[in-house]
């Protein structure tokens, strides 16, 4: 079986998609469009000007897209991959950037889009989903827009990298820490952990947003608490070492998020951490016993303060989260889980 992923280098996770395919015996080709315009001088600038009058106008929060002649010349360069490699399966990694007619021109193969954002925030591929004949999507709420288009697509959650992710044997040196962007409500939420626990050794690695930094009125709090906010990304095999030296890893959603869960509630728990994470059903219902959840701000204080003093309650907790990432929640198990979907059509080899 021969797979062609497309997509864009997001924290790499379309090479540990490759891997996984390639360990459910098939033969990957990655193309990954050239960086040149992120790079260039005119792609930092549309980018933050973009992004920079969404929020003046308080639009909903978009996903950002290239303009339309860099779309087309790297469809071009995707098309040129499929042609050479001459592919059974063509797996659309969330590239966004695809054109209808180099998915027209894409014939003789199965090919398969894995939405890992909230349909609502990516308007431009509404008229492009009809030219797949998979697709799949990490928001369980967006099921109601697939129907209602007549759209044939699946709820397929994300996952974890067990080549990055892994359990590492750590002193447990940091009481709190939390990994992701820092808007206004993420700040002022850590400012409320860092005052109600002030003896804490807490860690918090992430940038306020480039587009958020003229508007966020706590950024001045990230130089005040320096030895707290890092003020700094953290690599995967960096972030898997924090996870695994921290007593509790807090994780909060985005909005956007309301059944489903971010790639790193699998991270963490893969690595064998700790978590407590905003309620949603979807994990309630799948993860009850791997994971804490809390309703509220005062209910997250709380059950921080609760487990703080509880360490065997933690690693039960954390042990369970473990055993259930690595029985059916990594990268491997959803590509097989994808080419098993995929054979099933008609004039795919198997």
């Not at 040149?36 to 003046?56: D, N, Q, V």
């Not at 014939?107 to 431009?124: F, G, Q, S, T, V």
């Not at 306020?208 to 690599?235: E, H, T, W």
Request: positive net charge.
């Amino acid at each position: 079986m021969k797979v062609l992923l497309i997509g864009s280098n997001f924290h790499n996770y379309i090479n540990s998609l490759a891997t996984a395919f390639e360990e459910n015996s098939c033969e990957v080709k990655v193309y990954m469009p050239q960086v040149y315009w992120e790079k260039s001088l005119f792609g930092r600038i549309h980018f933050r000007l973009t992004a920079s009058l969404r929020k003046i106008f308080r639009r909903r929060p978009l996903i950002y897209v290239k303009p339309k002649w860099v779309r087309n010349k790297e469809s071009k360069f995707a098309l040129q991959a499929y042609c050479e490699f001459q592919p059974d399966i063509v797996v659309d990694f969330s590239s966004y950037y695809l054109e209808n007619e180099v998915l027209e021109k894409m014939k003789n193969c199965k090919k398969i889009i894995w939405i890992y954002d909230a349909i609502e925030r990516l308007p431009h591929l509404y008229d492009k989903l009809p030219y797949y004949d998979q697709v799949y999507f990490f928001e369980g709420t967006d099921k109601s827009f697939f129907e209602e288009h007549n759209i044939k697509a699946s709820f397929l959650p994300l996952c974890a990298d067990d080549k990055v992710y892994h359990p590492v044997e750590r002193q447990k040196d940091v009481d709190i820490s939390f990994v992701g962007n820092l808007s206004n409500e993420r700040i002022q939420f850590l400012l409320d952990l860092k005052h109600r626990f002030p003896m804490c050794n807490i860690k918090v690695y992430g940038r306020v947003p480039m587009f958020y930094s003229i508007f966020n009125s706590n950024k001045k709090y990230i130089k005040k608490y320096s030895d707290m906010f890092l003020n700094c990304y953290i690599s995967p095999k960096d972030a898997n070492e924090l996870y695994a030296k921290s007593k509790i890893c807090i994780n909060v959603h985005n909005g956007q998020t309301v059944y489903g869960a971010n790639i790193r509630f699998f991270e963490i728990m893969a690595a064998g951490g700790f978590q407590i994470v905003d309620d949603n059903e979807y994990i309630k219902t799948y993860f009850d016993g791997c994971v804490v959840t809390y309703k509220n701000q005062e209910d997250l204080l709380d059950k921080v303060e609760y487990y703080l003093s509880h360490p065997l309650e933690r690693n039960r907790i954390a042990q369970n989260g473990y055993k259930a990432v690595y029985g059916s929640e990594l990268f491997c198990h959803r590509a097989k889980f994808i080419l098993s979907n995929a054979t099933e059509a008609e004039g795919v080899k198997k």
